[in-house]
């Protein structure tokens, strides 16, 4: 069974440009996460995904940060503009379903964001 | 308060030895909780929940104390691979699924 797939793997961009990350889940997975991961922390999580349907944006930044899930299979996560402190690894996870046993996360292998 | 807390280690041990990582959560109403392991520059893979065991030479079990919203990660017979950071993750079922996880223990095994 094929993974979570990410890309671009690594990002090194200015603040206040822009940057989009992209996300394809496991095939037939319906729930799909955004998570950002700061060195030495757990992952936050910022935008979750049921099908095409935001069920959790509560702590994705609105003012610079946004996602979408259109065709309710991959997913796109913009940053516009950028700063420092949102350099960071942007993990995508994927799950069968969102509720119970089946909510079980499949991650991505995540792309590093670097802004300088 | 986080939601879920950990000791961030890092706990350093000898190949052979017996540890064990626990984790405490903040909302009762948790009904799902799990454990990942995320080694270096990696992504995190999911190790187990509290309702089964965590790898196929059995030699990592978890324990979950409800009454004292506390749960335990024990690993026997530490390896070498086992070096890694471990995360306790715990959710709790609504509408959805809400997941929180904590910042993560590393171990060091050493040979």
């Known amino acids: 069974e094929a993974g979570v797939a990410q890309s671009p793997r690594y990002k090194i961009i200015e603040k206040r440009q822009s940057v989009a990350f992209w996300c394809n889940p496991i095939?037939?997975?319906?729930?799909l996460y955004w998570y950002q991961q700061i060195l030495g922390q757990g992952p936050k999580l910022l935008i979750q995904?049921?099908?095409?349907?935001?069920?959790?944006d509560s702590q994705l930044p609105k003012d610079r940060f946004s996602a979408e899930r259109l065709k309710g299979v991959d997913s796109t996560l913009k940053i516009q503009p950028a700063k420092l402190e949102d350099s960071a690894v942007y993990l995508c996870?994927?799950?069968?379903?969102?509720?119970?046993?089946?909510?079980?996360?499949?991650f991505g292998p995540g792309t590093r964001l670097t802004v300088t | 308060r986080k939601e879920v807390e950990q000791d961030p280690g890092p706990f350093n041990v000898p190949e052979g030895a017996t540890v064990a990582f626990n984790c405490t959560y903040s909302?009762?109403?948790?009904?799902?909780f799990f454990w990942y392991r995320q080694d270096c520059r990696k992504e995190p893979k999911l190790l187990m929940s509290?309702?089964?065991s965590c790898n196929e030479d059995g030699r990592c079990t978890a324990n979950l104390n409800r009454a004292s919203q506390y749960i335990s990660l024990l690993i026997r017979d530490s390896k070498l691979s086992d070096s890694a950071t471990y995360l306790c993750v715990v959710g709790a079922w609504g509408n959805f699924n809400k997941f929180y996880f904590g910042s993560g223990t590393k171990l060091n095994v050493k040979p």
């Open positions: 995904f049921q099908n095409n349907g935001v069920v959790d």
């Open positions: 996870a994927s799950s069968l379903a969102n509720r119970g046993l089946a909510g079980w996360q499949y």
């Open positions: 909302n009762s109403a948790s009904q799902s």
């Open positions: 095939s037939g997975h319906a729930t």
């Open positions: 509290v309702y089964s």
